[in-house]
Protein backbone atom coordinates (compact mmCIF):
# COMPACT_ATOMS: atom_id res chain seq x y z
CA UNK A 1 0.00 0.00 0.00
CA UNK A 2 2.83 2.27 0.92
CA UNK A 3 4.33 1.50 -2.77
CA UNK A 4 1.28 1.93 -4.29
CA UNK A 5 0.72 5.66 -2.25
CA UNK A 6 4.43 6.72 -3.15
CA UNK A 7 4.07 5.89 -7.06
CA UNK A 8 0.99 7.84 -7.11
CA UNK A 9 2.66 11.04 -5.13
CA UNK A 10 5.36 10.89 -7.35
CA UNK A 11 2.91 10.33 -10.48
CA UNK A 12 1.10 13.72 -9.78
CA UNK A 13 4.05 15.52 -9.04
CA UNK A 14 5.14 14.71 -12.58
CA UNK A 15 2.43 16.04 -14.06
CA UNK A 16 1.68 18.73 -11.79
CA UNK A 17 4.84 20.02 -12.01
CA UNK A 18 4.65 22.62 -14.79
CA UNK A 19 2.09 24.20 -12.78
CA UNK A 20 4.81 25.38 -10.24
CA UNK A 21 4.65 28.74 -12.42
CA UNK A 22 1.86 30.03 -10.10
CA UNK A 23 4.34 29.43 -7.01
CA UNK A 24 6.84 31.86 -8.37
CA UNK A 25 7.03 35.14 -5.89
CA UNK A 26 8.36 38.73 -6.97
CA UNK A 27 10.47 40.11 -4.42
CA UNK A 28 9.38 39.56 -0.80
CA UNK A 29 6.22 41.01 -1.58
CA UNK A 30 2.90 38.29 -0.82
CA UNK A 31 2.27 36.18 -3.26
CA UNK A 32 -1.08 37.78 -4.37
CA UNK A 33 -0.19 41.20 -3.76
CA UNK A 34 2.79 41.40 -6.44
CA UNK A 35 2.70 42.51 -10.32
CA UNK A 36 2.76 39.14 -11.41
CA UNK A 37 -0.09 38.67 -9.53
CA UNK A 38 -2.44 40.70 -10.96
CA UNK A 39 -1.37 39.50 -14.89
CA UNK A 40 -2.10 35.82 -13.57
CA UNK A 41 -4.91 35.96 -10.84
CA UNK A 42 -6.89 39.67 -10.55
CA UNK A 43 -6.80 41.03 -13.75
CA UNK A 44 -8.13 37.71 -15.27
CA UNK A 45 -10.67 37.54 -12.19
CA UNK A 46 -11.78 41.41 -12.75
CA UNK A 47 -12.56 41.08 -16.57
CA UNK A 48 -14.31 37.41 -16.03
CA UNK A 49 -16.81 39.52 -13.74
CA UNK A 50 -17.06 42.47 -15.81
CA UNK A 51 -17.77 39.84 -19.26
CA UNK A 52 -20.44 38.01 -17.45
CA UNK A 53 -21.94 40.85 -15.56
CA UNK A 54 -22.13 42.55 -19.72
CA UNK A 55 -24.00 39.29 -20.60
CA UNK A 56 -26.58 39.47 -17.92
CA UNK A 57 -27.53 42.85 -18.40
CA UNK A 58 -28.15 42.45 -21.98
CA UNK A 59 -29.74 38.96 -21.98
CA UNK A 60 -27.36 37.66 -24.29
CA UNK A 61 -26.32 33.70 -24.42
CA UNK A 62 -22.40 32.59 -23.68
CA UNK A 63 -22.56 29.24 -24.66
CA UNK A 64 -19.22 28.04 -22.98
CA UNK A 65 -19.77 24.41 -22.54
CA UNK A 66 -22.44 23.54 -25.90
CA UNK A 67 -21.01 20.33 -27.49
CA UNK A 68 -21.22 22.01 -31.17
CA UNK A 69 -20.81 25.84 -30.74
CA UNK A 70 -19.75 26.23 -27.56
CA UNK A 71 -17.00 28.66 -27.05
CA UNK A 72 -14.10 26.44 -25.60
CA UNK A 73 -15.21 23.98 -28.39
CA UNK A 74 -14.10 26.74 -30.85
CA UNK A 75 -10.86 27.12 -29.32
CA UNK A 76 -9.75 23.37 -29.40
CA UNK A 77 -7.75 24.03 -32.56
CA UNK A 78 -6.11 26.54 -30.62
CA UNK A 79 -4.89 25.28 -27.86
CA UNK A 80 -3.38 22.33 -29.68
CA UNK A 81 -1.58 24.91 -31.75
CA UNK A 82 -0.43 27.19 -29.22
CA UNK A 83 0.76 23.77 -26.77
CA UNK A 84 3.44 23.12 -29.79
CA UNK A 85 4.27 26.69 -30.12
CA UNK A 86 4.96 27.04 -26.33
CA UNK A 87 7.06 23.44 -26.23
CA UNK A 88 9.29 24.95 -29.11
CA UNK A 89 9.57 28.05 -27.09
CA UNK A 90 10.44 26.21 -24.13
CA UNK A 91 13.04 24.28 -26.02
CA UNK A 92 14.69 27.33 -27.61
CA UNK A 93 14.37 29.46 -24.22
CA UNK A 94 16.28 26.32 -22.46
CA UNK A 95 18.91 26.50 -25.21
CA UNK A 96 19.19 29.66 -26.06
CA UNK A 97 23.25 30.38 -25.88
CA UNK A 98 23.31 34.19 -24.78
CA UNK A 99 24.91 34.95 -21.83
CA UNK A 100 22.16 37.66 -20.28
CA UNK A 101 20.18 34.34 -19.84
CA UNK A 102 21.83 33.26 -16.84
CA UNK A 103 21.66 36.59 -15.14
CA UNK A 104 19.54 37.24 -12.10
CA UNK A 105 15.96 38.52 -12.77
CA UNK A 106 16.58 42.61 -12.21
CA UNK A 107 14.72 44.91 -9.74
CA UNK A 108 12.73 42.93 -7.14
CA UNK A 109 13.67 39.63 -8.66
CA UNK A 110 11.52 36.31 -8.81
CA UNK A 111 12.50 33.20 -6.76
CA UNK A 112 10.61 29.99 -5.88
CA UNK A 113 10.01 27.57 -3.38
CA UNK A 114 10.61 23.92 -4.38
CA UNK A 115 10.99 20.59 -1.52
CA UNK A 116 13.75 18.97 -2.13
CA UNK A 117 13.93 15.50 0.85
CA UNK A 118 11.39 17.07 2.46
CA UNK A 119 12.65 20.55 2.84
CA UNK A 120 11.23 23.86 1.22
CA UNK A 121 14.22 25.40 -0.43
CA UNK A 122 14.05 29.19 -2.26
CA UNK A 123 15.66 29.40 -5.37
CA UNK A 124 16.47 32.82 -7.09
CA UNK A 125 15.43 32.70 -10.73
CA UNK A 126 17.73 33.75 -13.98
CA UNK A 127 15.91 35.00 -16.82
CA UNK A 128 16.07 31.72 -18.53
CA UNK A 129 15.11 29.67 -15.54
CA UNK A 130 12.23 32.16 -15.16
CA UNK A 131 10.79 31.57 -18.91
CA UNK A 132 11.41 27.90 -18.54
CA UNK A 133 8.83 27.76 -15.77
CA UNK A 134 6.57 30.20 -17.70
CA UNK A 135 6.44 28.16 -21.23
CA UNK A 136 6.28 25.23 -19.62
CA UNK A 137 3.21 25.99 -17.77
CA UNK A 138 1.70 27.47 -20.71
CA UNK A 139 2.40 24.14 -22.33
CA UNK A 140 0.66 22.23 -19.57
CA UNK A 141 -2.12 24.63 -19.80
CA UNK A 142 -2.67 24.61 -23.46
CA UNK A 143 -2.72 20.30 -22.99
CA UNK A 144 -5.15 20.49 -20.65
CA UNK A 145 -7.28 23.02 -21.92
CA UNK A 146 -7.30 20.39 -25.31
CA UNK A 147 -7.85 17.66 -23.44
CA UNK A 148 -11.02 19.59 -21.66
CA UNK A 149 -12.17 20.78 -25.53
CA UNK A 150 -12.33 17.32 -26.39
CA UNK A 151 -14.22 15.23 -23.21
CA UNK A 152 -16.57 18.22 -22.76
CA UNK A 153 -18.96 17.08 -25.85
CA UNK A 154 -19.24 13.74 -24.18
CA UNK A 155 -19.72 15.09 -20.58
CA UNK A 156 -22.03 17.78 -21.47
CA UNK A 157 -25.25 15.24 -21.87
CA UNK A 158 -24.67 13.70 -18.93
CA UNK A 159 -24.16 17.26 -17.14
CA UNK A 160 -27.45 18.36 -18.43
CA UNK A 161 -29.73 15.13 -17.45
CA UNK A 162 -27.99 16.12 -13.91
CA UNK A 163 -29.75 19.02 -13.32
CA UNK A 164 -32.78 18.59 -15.21
CA UNK A 165 -34.57 17.97 -12.66
CA UNK A 166 -33.76 20.98 -10.40
CA UNK A 167 -34.02 23.87 -11.92
CA UNK A 168 -32.88 25.73 -8.87
CA UNK A 169 -29.25 24.75 -8.10
CA UNK A 170 -28.80 24.32 -12.26
CA UNK A 171 -28.21 28.12 -12.79
CA UNK A 172 -26.21 28.67 -9.82
CA UNK A 173 -23.77 26.27 -11.35
CA UNK A 174 -24.59 27.19 -14.72
CA UNK A 175 -23.03 30.61 -13.67
CA UNK A 176 -19.96 29.16 -11.29
CA UNK A 177 -19.01 26.95 -14.48
CA UNK A 178 -19.44 29.71 -17.07
CA UNK A 179 -17.50 32.12 -14.82
CA UNK A 180 -14.90 29.53 -13.66
CA UNK A 181 -14.53 28.75 -17.62
CA UNK A 182 -14.10 32.58 -18.41
CA UNK A 183 -10.79 32.88 -16.30
CA UNK A 184 -9.48 30.43 -17.12
CA UNK A 185 -9.17 31.52 -21.01
CA UNK A 186 -8.56 34.92 -19.72
CA UNK A 187 -5.58 33.96 -17.66
CA UNK A 188 -4.25 31.76 -20.46
CA UNK A 189 -4.61 34.98 -22.61
CA UNK A 190 -3.04 37.42 -20.00
CA UNK A 191 0.03 34.69 -19.10
CA UNK A 192 0.72 34.13 -22.47
CA UNK A 193 0.90 37.76 -23.18
CA UNK A 194 3.46 37.64 -20.03
CA UNK A 195 5.77 35.45 -22.23
CA UNK A 196 5.40 37.66 -25.15
CA UNK A 197 6.40 40.35 -22.94
CA UNK A 198 9.52 38.81 -21.24
CA UNK A 199 10.40 37.64 -25.16
CA UNK A 200 10.08 41.02 -26.87
CA UNK A 201 11.57 43.52 -24.27
CA UNK A 202 12.50 42.11 -20.41
CA UNK A 203 15.19 39.45 -21.44
CA UNK A 204 17.34 41.88 -23.08
CA UNK A 205 17.61 44.70 -20.32
CA UNK A 206 21.11 44.53 -18.78
CA UNK A 207 21.38 42.75 -14.92
CA UNK A 208 24.20 43.39 -12.85
CA UNK A 209 24.19 40.35 -11.54
CA UNK A 210 25.02 36.56 -13.14
CA UNK A 211 23.55 33.12 -11.51
CA UNK A 212 26.13 32.03 -8.73
CA UNK A 213 27.57 35.60 -8.03
CA UNK A 214 26.14 38.07 -5.76
CA UNK A 215 23.36 40.10 -5.94
CA UNK A 216 23.23 43.52 -6.01
CA UNK A 217 20.03 45.01 -6.92
Known amino acids: MSRIFKSSSYFLRVVLRP?????????ERPLFFSDKALVDLWGPLIFSFFIIILFYMTGANLPFFESERGILIQFKQFFGF???????????????????????????????????????????????????FLFGYLSW????????????PYAQPSLNNAFKFNS????????????????VILHYISVTFYGLYYLVDRMHHDSASRAGTPKND
Open 141 to 152: LSICLFIACLII
Open 82 to 132: MAGFFIASLAAVATFDKSEMDKFIEGEGASVEIRKGGKLTTHQLTRRRFLC
Open 168 to 183: VIKPYCDGTLITLACF
Open 19 to 27: ASYLRVRQG
